[in-house]
């Protein structure tokens, strides 16, 4: 609601006619990735949280796939098993980065690479988790389908146990260190409270793009479609307001002559303009 918003304002607003739809928006913005590098995220879809704003900085992502891991890796499954860790120290240093290998008479020593390499061998999606107990441990058709249906129900029924002792002692009988083993199964029991597959990071990621984008470029527009987007996020109207200030954007006060029931955008004699605050955001008025 808000990306759409926004963009209305900015072809109305602004005269940017060009911008039709999402995918009109240039990609791989480098200026999009140093704001983010730099935890600017107040208002931003999915990265605004103090969680995020925290992992950005140490995540410095400079293109689109690195927010789909900044989006999928502050999640249970990922900090439950034990891989937030190891998968920064391999970005920081591609040394760091190790496929564990079966036994050569137990298979391929590329099939973990085969899965995980996306990801510097560590799993962080749903889909990923469930590759590894197909590939890695074996598992048959029905066993997997059996531990996906597991993987959402663990806290009620309790049956992710018996798949664990399946998933465990057949990843080590083929070869496979038995602590790597623990933490995928570890994080396979964090999807069980939150799963998150690819597809899912991957959308939501796009979403952190654009609400990026259009927050560098337009921080004008971004306040104002915010707040006629309320209630939404983690901030309340004063707490956006202080942000868009501090990114040299004018806000004005709600006015019985000027304001309109939402935020509406009014020139400033500069390059941004002022969000003038609408009616509704006079308290006790409706």
């Known amino acids: ?98 496929y564990p290998k079966p036994s050569p008479e137990h298979g391929p020593p590329d099939e973990v690479k085969d899965i995980l390499a996306k990801t510097l061998g560590v799993p962080l999606f749903q889909e990923q988790a469930m590759k590894l107990a197909m590939v890695a441990a074996q598992f048959t058709d029905d066993e997997a389908n059996g531990l996906r249906k597991a993987m959402a129900t663990f806290r009620n029924y309790g049956h992710v146990g018996v798949y664990g002792e399946m998933f465990l002692s057949r990843m080590i009988a083929r070869g496979y260190d038995a602590r790597f083993a623990r933490d995928c199964f570890k994080q396979i029991e964090g999807f069980g409270s939150y799963g998150f597959p690819e597809s899912h990071a991957v959308s939501f990621a796009n979403l952190v793009y654009v609400s990026s984008w259009i927050k560098r470029h337009y921080p004008d527009v971004f306040c104002a479609a915010l707040i006629n987007s309320q209630p939404m996020g983690f901030y309340q109207l004063a707490q956006l307001v202080r942000d868009a200030r501090e990114h040299a954007v004018e806000v004005r006060a709600p006015c019985g002559l000027k304001s309109d029931w939402d935020c509406t955008l009014e020139d400033s004699g500069q390059g941004l303009k002022a969000v003038r605050l609408g009616l509704r955001q006079i308290k006790g008025l409706k």
């Not at 796939?65 to 034990?82: F, H, S, T």
């Open 1 to 98: 609601t808000t990306i759409a918003k926004a963009m209305k304002m900015i072809r109305e607003d602004h005269g940017q006619a060009w911008l039709q739809d999402m995918a009109d928006i240039p990609a791989e913005d480098p200026a999009v990735y140093d704001m983010l590098c730099q935890a600017d995220s107040v208002g931003v879809f999915q990265v605004e949280s103090r969680a995020q704003m925290s992992m950005l900085p140490r995540l410095k992502p400079r293109e689109f796939y690195d927010l789909v891991i900044e989006v999928a890796i502050v999640r249970p499954g990922p900090i439950q098993g034990n891989m937030v860790h190891p998968y920064l120290k391999r970005r920081k240093n591609p040394k760091e980065v190790v």
